[in-house]
């Protein structure tokens, strides 16, 4: 993993942060990213873990800054500002290392369903900012993303296209990529797919996509699950088992 300094910091948006960090000479101690408001809001949020509740309450108190103006006063934040997603929360005690938070409520955070065609319905945390694109369909935190197409197979069962699968995964398999093959029978639908693992030049890491193939007669989902924690297996997992089709 590249280790980035003040001076070329990727643009990833400003960072709304306490003045008591700006201001007073305090470090960060609970950061969280929620839901950005606009284009240029990375949705960070900054405080020292000392702001009272009437200090949090006076929009005064907080300023819009560069990340580069806080990561000056703490570089120790520059990995968590960039790789870790919309929904994430952080903390420490001075002089300790980061945690992760795991019970911390975030105004987003709660399960939608999207209607993706009249048939296609997809169930995913509100956190997730979703972008169409021609026929592609995108969710994203910047850390997790789903890609999502549709193509037509005219004239074939599900059964003709999931083995037409099992033998592109197979063919692929054959450089022993793939980490693990799933199958689901879900009644009106059958679900196949495959686990392997990619390399992001730009950010030098290591990534998951799991490509998930929701079929049924004459028509194809395709589900692309991006995630760079393997601890985020379940996500990808657990999304793709609950897309349903009516």
Known sequence: MKEFSVDNFPNIGAVMC??????????PLFIFREK??????????LFSGFESDEYSEDSENFGIYDPKTILAIDNS?????LYKGIGSV?????????????DYPLEDDFMVQHQLTDN???????????????????YTTNDKTLRLDIWNYDGKTKEDI???????????NAGNEIIKKYELNQGNRIKIG??????????????????????VDNEILNTFFYFNDDKDLDWALNTWKMIEYK
Not at 90 to 102: D, H, I
């Open 90 to 102: 952080w903390e420490r005690e001075p002089g300790l290392e980061w945690k992760e938070v795991l």
């Open 18 to 27: 306490s003045k008591m960090i700006v201001d007073e000479d305090y470090k």
């Open 194 to 215: 495959f686990h392997i693992k990619e390399y992001d030049q730009q950010k030098d890491i290591d990534y998951n996509l799991i490509c998930g193939f929701c079929v």
């Open 36 to 45: 950005p408001i606009n284009d240029n809001d990375s949705g960070w949020r």
């Open 120 to 138: 296609w319905n997809l169930s995913i945390n509100n956190v997730f900012i979703r972008s169409k694109e021609e026929d592609t369909i995108m």
């Open 77 to 81: 934040i520059s990995s968590l500002l």
């Open 162 to 172: 999931v083995e037409e699968k099992k033998v592109e995964i197979r063919d692929r």
